[in-house]
């Protein structure tokens, strides 16, 4: 495929004017073709009013057919992947065997809210019926459903160039719910964007569904990306990136004349707790299964492992196995140079800290831009004195923290912010006594995971790939699993409305054949 | 009952310092006893610590248990409802009859959430189990449910001193989702708020429940409600009021270290559309309809119709009854001094608008803080042309705008920002015709009437009182109705958690005997 280096606007491409930059290869720093184009502000424009006049009709598509245009656009990406496995490692480091596999993820996450839309109960359909004769006022008939907001603007992610970002979790549900959506590519990965946007273009095309669905946008800076957080058509934003870059859009989005919801999942350090009698048990297949969360995918996930929070009369249980594992490992290939150097930013500030010992480091390869595993030490007393320690280093670093008392454990976790996921091992009976922790966890986080380390999101009904501030904007909501389509959804009740005027799924008749709850 | 004039501090009375007035009878502008004081800081504060360590209990109280503080609750209110019949008309003006009819639908809300609690499914119970034999990956089990915010603040609102106040329904659903509560009382009927505070009050301890589940806090300037809302413990805000009071929250919790929900709902006109067949078939009933919707309540209710779009050629079947009826009608006492002028000004602005045209108003009785019920016209290319005409006036006022062609009718509500409700008349074929006007309706609404008056609001399971942004802060929600409940809770999910640590709504043997999705 011959990649053309402009933006998708509806069933055409944009020419846009400035430069958005070349893709570069994190490995070597070298920049490869095509050049990118960022959209200029009439080809913003002129998105958004495609994605306005979609919306007018996209709204009312029937679950079977929103349904229909998921699988197109995973049977689309799916026919681009030997596309995606030529161009994708090239441009963030990332190794063939994960293109694929993201791949995978991101078509099964297309196909499930497929399957979704086609059930169609999702919509929480609600019928009170009129009680003419009630006293002492007659009843109205009052019906009620989940409706699609509006156009949404989608951030990709640095870290995810499929699953979190052109046909990612977000642009997934929010057209599963009936909203247009408008992708601002990521930088890092461009070509990825381009191959991946065209397959949703054509995917448009072929259900015959109107173009303003979707778009890809491109920018350099912060131009096109403002231009669509404030653009009054836009009703709802996702994103997936910093803290800095989150917290800007949450601030842009909430000083509008008309305020509008941001999803955005910003920064988690994700702490882990391992209790004394299961380190004791087996520490050393906990030092492996730590190990691996840790570097996984260059520990470059939002829920890499940042904490662990070990008693400290297990703790060399922990970390003897640890740090001959770490010491004996080598560095990946961050996805860019902005993400390694602020990783080595963050290695020195924890090198340099005082109440920081470096326990072990892996062995740095040639290539540029290496991640070197690396694991700190410290206590609890010395954690909490410091204050400094809850920032998130993104990359395959994290901090030991050993504590002496519950009470030192209830203090560290209360010196956190809110995460994705808190973590804890233990057996069975050290698990009973820590009722106090669990809600501890549950004040923290999204996920509470038992035994298990939080790296790996499950894609299914149940997950919840959110939590409080700042991990993301608003922890009320999911960016993984199906319920992350209610993002993008508002009730709308329908009072004494005359049954062919009614949304099917309000219909006397139930076409849809939905569950519905009745009185 | 003699009332005391204090904030409500858990299971005690503050003392306050600095005064919150005394709450003034709006027919006479005489004040009355007792002087209230606000809470002061330091009260606040134990309000908040009782709040937070309330929490750390009640999120865990069962389903059964908070029906029992609901009703309860629901109880006391009943007992006290000669003090309310003796103490609100004297606060607010508003006549007995409502005070007793507002009694039963702020208790029959309670008694809906109690049921709600009580049967337990409204939590989402979400079960994917494990599944270990998967390839290439085993899968964990997972399980997810709702679970409550933490402390909320809410703010009474003026014109609903009992179902939309202390023990209204954001008090109802947060505290049915698990969430403390601390209310801050309305100045304009603090007496009201007293007597309902002391209710509530009296549950907790009947129920044996933690003091701090519940405070109401007494202020007279913005000191004490901004210290609610900026505190770290508060983590959600209902408010019911102007728009100048909304916003003003939704931009202090946006600006917090750590930003929080705010469901503020502000401010609505409700635009009422008459097709011309149904204006020509029935136009007497109809002039009837909206004279009863306008003076309902004095007009102070939040979906008062403020704006009636109606076909030229038909205008004259509605507007001739109309102006009778309007010309024949008494003025109605207003909740208080700052609402009457407000009124005052509105109407001012309305009859010196170089194109609007006073139609019809009402005698003017000699009491204080009068509102007299007026009808204003004008026509959509003036409405249009002037762009100043969508502010809500708050009280029995509308504005009739004639329009000649449905362009000019989509026109006429592109103009108009979200809206709480939009009603439409018209016969079945003329319904039928006007597929293009329910989109408009929908994007501008949370409720869509058809061939009714938006005033009346059901609070059943289908009831959306929200809509899209100024109408409310945040158009994915409800103020009424059991869906509110979701103001105040998000997901949490549970990774490989032992059974005996789940809470009893995913516990394999499902003791609560919910609903649950299972995979």
């Known amino acids: 495929m011959t990649l053309q280096g402009t933006s998708i606007i509806g069933a055409l491409r944009g020419q846009g004017s400035e430069s958005a930059g070349q893709s570069i290869n994190p490995t070597t720093n070298e920049t490869f073709e095509p050049s990118y184009t960022a959209a200029t502000s009439e080809e913003v424009e002129q998105a958004v009013r495609l994605a306005a006049e979609a919306f007018n009709t996209y709204r009312d598509t029937s679950g079977a057919k929103k ?33 694929r596999g993201e791949a995978g993820r991101t078509c099964g996450q297309l196909r499930m809210f497929a399957t979704l839309c086609e059930e169609g109960s999702w919509v929480d359909a609600r019928i009170d019926r009129a009680q003419p004769d009630r006293q002492p006022l007659p009843k109205v008939d009052t019906r009620s459903m989940l409706r699609p907001l509006g156009p949404v603007a989608v951030f990709a992610a640095s870290n995810f160039p499929l699953a979190f970002s052109t046909a990612g979790g977000d642009t997934a549900s929010a057209l599963a719910s009936g909203c247009p959506v408008i992708v601002k590519a990521h930088s890092s990965h461009s ?41 009054p058509v836009i009703k709802a934003v996702g994103f997936t990136g ?3 870059g989150g917290r800007a859009l949450m601030d842009l989005a909430a000083a509008r004349p008309e305020p509008i ?93 005082a109440s920081v010992q470096t326990l072990a480091e892996g062995k740095c390869g040639d290539a540029q831009n290496q991640a070197v595993p690396t694991v700190f030490q410290t206590t609890a007393t010395d954690f909490l004195a410091a204050g400094d320690l809850t ?62 380390f939080p790296t790996g999101v499950e894609v299914c009904a149940s997950m919840v790939h959110g939590g409080p501030f700042p991990a ?43 569950q519905r709850s009745e009185v």
């Open 67 to 99: 349904a229909e245009f998921l699988r197109a656009i995973a049977g689309n990406i799916e026919a681009s992947i030997e596309d995606l496995v030529a161009r994708m490692p090239l441009e963030t480091g990332l190794p063939e065997m994960r293109v």
């Open 191 to 231: 070509g990825t964007a381009e191959i991946v946007g065209l397959a949703i273009q054509q995917a448009v095309a072929d259900c015959g569904l109107p173009e303003g669905v979707f778009s890809l946008v491109y920018g350099g800076g912060r131009t096109v990306g403002q231009a669509l957080v404030k653009h």
């Open 242 to 244: 910093s803290y800095g």
């Open 261 to 353: 919801p941001v999803y955005a999942e910003m920064s988690a350090i994700n702490p882990v707790v391992i209790l004394p009698e299961v380190a004791a048990e087996k520490g050393e297949a906990l030092a492996e299964g730590l190990f691996g969360s840790l570097t996984l995918g260059g520990g470059q996930f939002c829920t890499n492992p940042g904490l662990v929070f070990i008693h400290a009369d297990a703790a060399s249980q922990i970390t003897g196995k640890l740090t001959e594992l770490v010491n004996g490992s080598s560095s990946a290939a961050m996805l860019n140079a902005g993400i390694c150097q602020a990783y080595g930013s963050g290695l020195d500030g924890l090198k340099n800290h």
């Open 391 to 452: 920032e998130e280093v993104f990359g395959p670093a994290t901090l030991i923290v050993t504590y002496t008392s519950d009470d030192e454990l209830s203090a560290l976790f209360a010196s956190l912010g809110g995460q994705l996921t808190a973590s804890v091992h233990g057996t069975g009976s050290e698990l009973a006594q820590q009722g106090g922790l669990a809600k501890l966890m549950e004040d923290r986080a999204g996920r509470l995971v038992y035994n298990g």
């Open 472 to 514: 993301t904007s608003d922890g009320r909501s999911t960016s993984v699993g199906t319920m992350a389509i209610y993002r993008f959804t508002r009730a709308v009740c329908y009072q004494d409305c005359p049954d062919a005027l009614l949304p099917d799924e309000l219909k006397d008749s139930n076409p849809a054949g939905i």
